[in-house]
């Protein structure tokens, strides 16, 4: 089984930052092999894509977060970095980490954003 364990949410105004922090345990062959992301929840909406640290082919993100936010992963560390920046109300929610080995997908419990006006 896989664990991934999210900190690094809060209460932040509207234009300030936060760092989110997921690290990755469990029954992984390398790491550095997988795809490791960030989803949210925010409220009155489904689970939305946020970013993605793929193991080969770079970095993607949502639109809404494009140049705002930046994704890193510390394959030695075993842990993956939501840098976010300029945050907005709209940014509130649930933040969850996931990751994909063997075709099967594993997801943290969240950690909440709180962006205040």
């Known amino acids: 089984q896989v664990q991934l364990v999210e900190s690094g949410g809060g209460l932040v105004q509207a234009g300030g930052s936060l760092r989110l922090t997921c690290v990755v345990s469990g029954t992984i062959e390398s790491i550095s092999t997988v795809p490791l992301g960030w989803h949210r929840q925010t409220p009155g909406k489904q689970r939305e894509f946020v970013a993605l640290a793929s193991a080969v082919d770079g970095n993607t993100y949502s639109g809404a977060v494009k140049g705002r936010f930046t994704i890193t992963r510390d394959n030695a560390k075993s842990t993956v970095y939501l840098d976010m920046k300029n945050l907005k109300p709209e940014d509130t929610g649930v933040y969850y980490c996931?990751?994909?080995?063997?075709?099967?997908?594993?997801w943290g419990q969240g950690t909440q954003v709180t962006v205040s006006s």
């Open positions: 996931v990751t994909n080995a063997r075709g099967v997908s594993s």
